[in-house]
């Protein structure tokens, strides 16, 4: 095969030896089945480069077959790195994430817990107001623009033959302006999941499973809060702190007084925005009263709690830095 003598050895050494963990571990949990290969056609490309494979030369990253990239650095790396992973994304944007060695630093004194009640509305309604993480609404800002360019797309679409370049250009701004909405809604769902993570210890989060939203008349609203996004950055940078994560069970979290525990007899409708106890009087917004019926729950245990911690000591630990 005298293509292979074209590409990289270290890349398809690394490619063999992903191979053969993936069909180790297939083996290993008795699937006995040997791991899908991806399609040329249909798959993105990636490659991985041992330390041997690679090289950094003032700012420029050296890949074998005499390729020169000129990289744009998101941040300094703080070590020397192990290996590096090349890909291309969806609009032909091309990224190098790196595996590097660094001390992992303790993370701040956390004081109590809180409690977060997934929405619409406000993404996020938490016991404590200063911690909502209010809907922005990126896609729905650019949405004029993104009509526009789906528009030109669909116009330029032809049946049964072959696309133009003015349909793949078309196609192309519209992947770029949802991806736009998409890394700006990662943003801010970072930001806010360290901000909810830095200031307490335990975290109890309602396990909503926003899917259902997509056949709704409100698909296009929650696909622009995106609730999945929040849920998963939160639940990641709180094992990374060793903080205590939560999962309840959302069912009745709405209709229970977070006052007296009297649950009430009829269901809310999404109509109805506030909270009213007929036991003790306690009134509410909905979402606020589900959020402290979630922390009262989570304190008392009356589910399966997922502790994470971490030792007294941290070793050095390999992670990559995307860049």
Request: hydrophobic share 35%; glycine share 6%.
């Amino acid at each position: 095969m005298p293509w292979l003598r074209e590409g990289s050895r270290v890349a398809q050494q690394q490619m063999l030896r992903e191979y053969a963990q993936s069909l180790d571990l297939s083996f290993r949990v008795k699937e006995r089945r040997r791991p899908k290969v991806k399609s040329r056609k249909t798959s993105l490309p990636s490659l991985e480069y041992t330390r041997s494979g690679f090289s950094l030369r003032k700012g420029r990253l050296i890949l074998p077959k005499g390729v020169t990239i000129p990289v744009v650095w998101s941040r300094e790396l703080p070590s020397e790195p192990t290996s590096v992973r090349v890909r291309q994304d969806s609009l032909g944007h091309w990224y190098a994430s790196f595996v590097v060695r660094r001390e992992i630093t303790d993370s701040p004194q956390g004081q109590g817990g809180i409690g977060i009640d997934w929405g619409v509305t406000t993404t996020a309604t938490t016991t404590d107001p200063t911690f909502d993480l209010p809907h922005l609404g990126h896609r729905r800002r650019c949405a004029a623009e993104l009509a526009k360019a789906q528009r030109a797309m669909a116009r330029r679409h032809r049946k049964g033959r072959p696309q133009s370049r003015g349909y793949s250009d078309a196609k192309r701004r519209v992947a770029r302006l949802t991806k736009k909405a998409a890394r700006r809604t990662t943003h801010d769902s970072r930001m806010w999941a360290k901000h909810v993570v830095d200031q307490h210890n335990l975290i109890a989060i309602e396990d909503f499973k926003p899917t259902f939203l997509a056949k709704s008349t409100m698909a296009r609203k929650a696909a622009d809060a995106a609730i999945g996004t929040a849920k998963q950055e939160l639940i990641k940078r709180a094992k990374r702190s060793g903080r205590t994560v939560v999962m309840v069970r959302p069912a009745y979290t709405t209709m229970t007084c977070s006052a007296c525990f009297a649950r009430t007899k009829q269901r809310l409708e999404l109509h109805e925005r506030d909270f009213r106890c007929d036991s003790c009087g306690f009134a509410d917004s909905r979402d606020r009263n589900a959020a402290r019926v979630i922390l009262a729950v989570a304190e008392r245990g009356h589910v399966s709690v997922e502790d994470v911690r971490r030792s007294n000591h941290h070793p050095q630990v390999d992670s990559p830095v995307a860049v």
